[in-house]
């Protein structure tokens, strides 16, 4: 192995990482509400990208189809809470688990029955000449990270600094407090919701050229999106796309030089194990203690 | 009056709290509710808020409260500084004051606010960075009073603002209460386990036992009869 082959990984690992960094946050958006990892995020960012490809195809823009995916998926992703969540809000975590998984099945068929099942390809914003003659250099993988970094830079603005964000995190830690000061605090989690949707739209419009549309697309991508968030600390925005990036320049890197890339998703799996046994607040996560 | 109560019930489940307890709050007045540790003032205050299940009549400016959702009612003006202070631990003394003028929309005013609050309790001043959980007990109570406050509230819920509190602080605290009703005429109702102090404060006195009102009047008359005396007062 020599070093340019092992940077050349490196760098399409990077690219890769920042589409599970946005899947990542999508999860912790979340996690963050309601204590709860969404295994539906993955169909739910699938069946935006469906809404996305049917827009284009229709003769829109991409970057006009773009925005507006990501309106619709906020929308969507507000009724999901109100309609679906919220009758299960106070039910058993495994119930509610249960309620995901119903959701993500109902969202594939739903994709399939819709959209069909056969492969399409979704185009991507970003030019196709590799950079500098550079094939891992894509830069559509290189626009990608740039993408999930301004979402980050967005979301990071809205929770620092507007009163809406400040209350959401509020309804998030304290929901008996945050009702004294008038924060409707149901209204916060399916804004929390919304907002989980309009960013899983967003990567599962990053991926899809990769990837190539179907509805099983995001099966693979969620799973290593799973292992970032809990890498970089199930709570921590800022830590999911760290993980994310780690994850994907650890996937690209042990695929290409030690295990090969049949057995990578393994490498999420190892990842999601391993951090469970060693640091299950991951690197940045907030560790709990509670009296018992 | 400015908040009517009758016959009000209150239950946890199947537990029974409030049996029917009756009593009203004059406009710019400080009452206080005495009684023994499990009497069912914090559940008072919880129900006036909307905060357990009720039945029964709630009355705020003319207006039915009862059977509100909790922001609803706030919404009107009522403040609750709640049992345990509510400090949300993870976020820093400034933006505790800024959730307390959540519902405001007069940003000019709500700066003002945080001035006047921090003037009345200069340490959050010193600590508006700091993470509110790391706090002190006597600095967090100060912090639910000044949230509360930050509504500019027409009237403030107390639930043993005393608690766990020195004894020169608690002196401090309210002389603070007293200057706030004075100049900004808010009302309060006060619960308190520190009875001469809550009398000292009060014009008005309710005492409640087993989720009923047992005695009413002016706080005065109240300091003077015998049995809250030797029960409540210890001399």
Not at chain 1, 116 to 130: Q, R, V
Not at chain 1, 167 to 179: C, F, K, V, W, Y
Not at chain 1, 261 to 287: C, D, H, Q, W
Not at chain 2, 196 to 206: I, P, Q
Request: aromatic share 8%.
């Amino acid at each position: 192995m020599n070093l340019d082959a092992l940077l050349l990984q490196v760098i399409a690992g990077l690219a890769t990482g920042g589409i599970y960094a946005s899947l990542a946050l999508a999860l912790v958006m979340i996690y963050q509400a309601t204590h709860l990892v969404n295994f539906a995020q993955g169909e739910m960012a699938m069946f935006a990208t469906y809404i996305a490809w049917a827009l284009i195809n229709a003769g829109m823009g991409y970057w006009p189809a773009f925005l507006l995916t990501v309106g619709i998926a906020f929308v969507l992703g507000v009724l999901i809470e109100r309609i679906i969540i919220r009758p299960v809000e106070n039910a058993p975590v495994l119930a509610v688990v249960v309620v995901f998984i119903g959701l993500l099945v109902i969202l594939n068929s739903l994709a399939g029955w819709i959209f069909t099942y056969t492969i399409k390809s979704f185009p991507s914003p970003f030019p196709t000449e590799p950079l500098f003659g550079i094939r891992a250099m894509s830069p559509h993988r290189l626009g990608a990270i740039g993408v999930t970094l301004v979402v980050l830079a967005l979301l990071y603005a809205f929770f620092r600094f507007t009163p809406l964000g400040l209350a959401m995190r509020a309804a998030a830690q304290n929901p008996e407090s945050s009702r004294l000061v008038g924060i409707r605090v149901g209204w916060m989690l399916a804004l929390g919701w919304g907002l989980a949707a309009a960013i899983g739209a967003v990567a599962g419009m990053m991926v899809a050229p990769i990837v190539y549309l179907d509805p099983n697309m995001m099966g693979g991508v969620l799973l290593y999106a799973f292992a970032a968030a809990l890498v970089g600390g199930i709570d921590s925005p800022g830590g999911a796309v760290l993980g994310g990036l780690l994850v994907g320049v650890l996937e690209n890197v042990l695929g290409a030089f030690v295990i090969g890339n049949e057995l990578k998703l393994v490498v999420a799996l190892v990842l999601i194990v391993g951090v469970l046994l060693v640091k299950p607040s991951g690197l940045f996560g907030r560790v709990h203690v509670s009296r018992v | 009056m400015l908040l009517e109560v009758k016959g009000l019930h209150a239950s946890y489940g199947a537990t029974r709290v409030l049996h029917g307890i009756d009593f009203g709050l004059e406009q710019g007045s400080i009452t206080t509710m005495l009684g023994a540790n499990g009497a069912g003032k914090t559940t008072t205050l919880r129900a006036l808020c909307g905060m357990v299940k009720t039945a029964g009549e709630v009355r705020f400016a003319g207006k039915r409260v009862d059977g509100r959702a909790t922001e609803d009612i706030v919404r009107l003006g009522v403040a609750h500084v709640p049992d345990g202070r509510g400090t949300f631990a993870n976020l820093s003394t400034e933006e505790n004051l800024r959730l307390g003028a959540y519902t405001r929309k007069d940003k000019a005013a709500v700066l003002e606010d945080l001035e006047r609050v921090y003037g009345y309790f200069p340490r959050l001043k010193e600590r508006r960075h700091q993470q509110a959980g790391t706090l002190s007990g006597g600095e967090q109570q100060m912090l639910a009073v000044s949230r509360a406050l930050m509504l500019r509230p027409k009237l403030l819920l107390l639930d043993e603002p005393s608690f766990g509190l020195a004894p020169l602080v608690v002196q401090e605290l309210f002389a603070i209460l007293r200057t706030i009703n004075e100049k900004e005429g808010v009302s309060m109702l006060l619960v308190e386990q520190n009875a001469a102090m809550a009398l000292e404060l009060a014009s008005e006195a309710y005492l409640i036992e087993t989720g009923r009102v047992v005695l009413s009047g002016a706080a005065a008359d109240i300091k003077r009869d015998d049995s809250v005396r030797r029960a409540y007062l210890g001399y």
